[in-house]
């Protein structure tokens, strides 16, 4: 790899991925508005930071609290405003990501390349590979889960005024919907990587198979109606986030380690 900026960069993003879409819990992101669990979140980032980067002597602890503190302001600041939207979740990220750049250059630029010693590209591949793989299931759930709240809310406000034939099947393993999400935009990014547009085309197709009978219910009615908008707008928002994410890292991956475009989709280098 030609390029310093990406062997620094990649494993200070892959900690943040892995502190926010892996090792946060549901109970930890309820309970955010207490000190303690934002001082021990962000305490996570900075830990991870520090294992994947592993920089030599005193340096680790100046890579402990640089993240710590830039994790805790950034959350505390979202967290005080109840900045809760797609926005202020787009900001979130933007600002982790932007304070991890700007470590890696200040790093790099100070001569303190990751510790961890690595044949060849075989670390930051593996690194790229994770955060691909976080985002794809972690972080798009997260942004769909925020962007669809409104009509999430809308429909159940609407739920009891909704006829047996038009409410939506009850029941259904616990989290199988997030598992099938998690699963059908993995496959999406492995069949991106792996230069086979044709077979995400056909995890598109068979998704949409199996969701007919969720929507085969009444339409004449407001809610019906909502229903059926509501499954259709998800099901495009999944994978369109998962299409746009598996082209970007195929890209990055192509971009940062030179590798030759497997298919015509590629972005041209």
Sequence with gaps: MENEFPIAFLPLLCAHLLADFLFQTDKMVQNKHRIRVLLLHSGIA?????????????????????????????????????????????????????????????????????????????YPMFLLFISAVLVQT????????????????EIEKHAAEATEAERPPTGGLT?????????????????????SLPAAGFVITAKSILRFPDMNRPTDTSYGRMVNEYIIIGTLASFTLGLINAYSFRWLYHLLFWVQPLSPFDFPL
Aim: proline share 5%; aromatic share 18%.
């Design 46 to 122: 900075a830990g991870s930071a520090a294992l994947l980067y592993n920089p030599p002597g005193s340096w680790v602890w100046l890579v402990l609290g640089i993240t710590w503190v830039a994790h805790f302001l950034t959350d505390a600041f979202k967290t005080f405003f109840r900045w809760n939207s797609v926005g202020g979740f787009l900001f979130d990220q933007a600002a982790h990501i932007g304070v991890a750049a700007v470590l890696a250059w200040w790093l790099i630029s100070s001569d303190i390349p990751p510790g961890w010693g690595y044949p060849d590209d075989l």
């Design 138 to 153: 972690r972080g798009i759930g997260f942004l769909l889960m925020t962007v669809l709240r409104p009509w999430t809310e």
């Design 175 to 195: 989290r199988g919907g997030m598992w099938i999400g998690w699963l059908e935009r993995t496959l999406i990014l492995i069949f991106v990587c792996a230069g």
